[in-house]
Structure formats: structure tokens, C-alpha cells
């Protein structure tokens, strides 16, 4: 003996199924234009340079100058006439980015020049180089740096943890010995790119064994006070 089952689909039950499901994904477009919105609304108010005032004839050391912050201040900086040093420790991206800065901003004088500020010799070097080449220093931009360092601990050269020797003695090691070429240069500006995390740590007694987060944002406090 054979049974059948009659299967019967009430189609009064999709229909509310249907709905939701669209209101559902009404919801995440919403969220998704509503976040999109809320980005560009920030991002018009972020600080960017609308001087367009000429620097032609003004040096211009920028540390870290072959991405983020430190490419597009060089970008900014060469249209508006300046001569650009990149100081960079990887050279061949530094030549890339400066291939692609002069895409936009035609044959601007950039020049890139060997710098590790995890090696203190190596900073040494760029500023005997630098002072033997130009005999004045408009501007410096202390930008580069570690960000979030490995969870392992890492070293500079010199055995400081990775964080303080390049965040904040490599660039104190330079500044100071530029500090006079800075001096003697009328109207000159040295500048140090931060971070707002420099809000979040709080004192520590040892500089020697913060991974992570932690050493970022005591780095950011160790940039700030360079």
C-alpha cells in the first residue's frame, strides 16, 4: 500500500517572510550610506594644508617621506616649489614615491637620502652629508616612525627597545644635530607628527618592555616630547 502526502505551500507565509527580509537589508544599505556619509563629513573636516602660498628656493628634510603622511606632505611641499629631502631608510621605495609624486607635481626637486633611525651612526651620516651639501634648513618633519611594533620585543642597533630608539632618540639625535642649521636659517620650523593616542598612556617607570599597544601609545607620548 502506497501513501501520498499532498505538500501545499501557503503563500501567505512568503509574503511576510519577503518583507522582512527586505527590511532588513533596507537597514544595512542605510547603515552603510549612513556610516559612508558620517566618513566624508569627517574627513572635510580633517586637517588638511590649503596654503598655497610659494616655497620655492626653501629645503625641506622629511623624515619617513615614501608613504602616508611623510609622501603626501612631500607631494604638497614639492608642487608649492620646495626642495625636498626624503629621508627614508628603504631606498627603493622612496624612488618609487618619488616617481609618483612627480607624477603630479611634474619635475620637482626631490632628492632621497639614506636614513635609519634605528641606527644612530646612520643618522650621523645623513646630517654630515646634509650639512656638506646645503648651507641652510628651512624646514624639518620629524614624521617617521615605528607604529605598532610586533608583540616580540625588537631592538635598535644599539640595543633600545624599538619604540624609544627610533620614536624618540632617533629623531632627538637629529634634530639636534640640525638644531644649527635650523638656527642660523631666518624663519625655520622643525615639526613633529604625533598621534592622538599620546592621551592614553600613563607613566611608566621602564622603557624597556612594552609590546604591542602599549608601546604605541607611548610612543606617542615619546614623539610629542621628542
Known sequence: MRFYVSRTHDSSLWFPILLWTMGGLGILVGVAVGVYLLRKYRESKWGVCKSVRRMDGKIVIITG????????????LAARGAIVIMACRNREAAVEALRDIRTSTGDGDLIVMDLDLEDLESIRRFCRNFLEKFQHLDVLVNNAGVFVPPEERRTTKEGFEINMGVNHFGHFLLTHLLMDRITQTPNS????????????????DNLDDSPGWSAFTKLSHQIVYC
Open 189 to 204: 620650523r622643525s615639526s613633529n607628527i604625533g598621534y592622538l593616542f599620546y592621551y592614553c598612556p600613563k607613566l611608566y
Open 65 to 76: 617621506a615614501n608613504s602616508g603622511i611623510g609622501k603626501e606632505t612631500t607631494r604638497n
